[in-house]
């Protein structure tokens, strides 16, 4: 397998990982994948370098399906949807990985205005937090349309 492929495959693992609320060590990526564990260190030192692609990876995820989007509702919508399907891996993007700051600069693309897209953003990631971490909270898909709303 090459290089980029075994890498992609840890990545995909940990991922999995992530997603079923597992920790993500060496030897539990190394399972996941079907890889021997010293075929791991040759691209990731250690699982934390592995959560932190793990990251990165759902981040570009995150931000395809914001810049996608029609217009500034849409993406804070998209933001909040990707937080929805995936809420154990948007915990660990803003935990593990802090990426509040790329996230700012992503609303700068939709928004233009630094203030503007920073308070947008962070409106947004309150209540995304909230939801990753309290989940099925029925006020959710009503407070979310109204947030964007008074945000945009």
């Known amino acids: 397998m090459t290089r980029p492929g075994c ?3 840890i990545v995909t693992a940990a991922t999995a990982l992530v997603d079923s609320d597992r920790a993500v060590t060496l030897r539990a990526v190394s399972r ?13 030192p250690d699982a934390e370098a592995i959560l932190l692609a793990t990251c990165h990876e759902a ?3 995150l931000e395809a399906a ?10 804070g919508l998209a933001y909040l949807e990707f937080a929805v399907e ?13 990426l509040a700051e790329p996230a700012s600069r992503l609303f700068t693309q939709v ?5 503007r897209a920073l308070v947008f953003w962070l409106g947004l990631h309150g ?25 945009v």
């Not at 914001?66 to 993406?75: I, K, Q, S, T």
């Open 66 to 75: 914001v810049l996608g989007a029609a217009g500034p509702y849409e993406a």
């Open 32 to 44: 996941e994948a079907g890889l021997p564990t010293s075929s791991i260190y040759p691209l990731f």
């Open 127 to 151: 209540l995304a937090d909230q939801r990753s971490s309290i989940r099925r909270s029925p006020q959710f898909h009503v407070v979310a349309p109204r947030l964007i709303t008074s945000l």
């Open 86 to 98: 995936h809420p154990r891996r948007y915990h660990v993007m803003f935990g593990a990985a802090d």
């Open 7 to 9: 890498r992609q495959l």
């Open 111 to 115: 928004l233009a205005d630094p203030d």
């Open 59 to 61: 981040f570009r995820d």
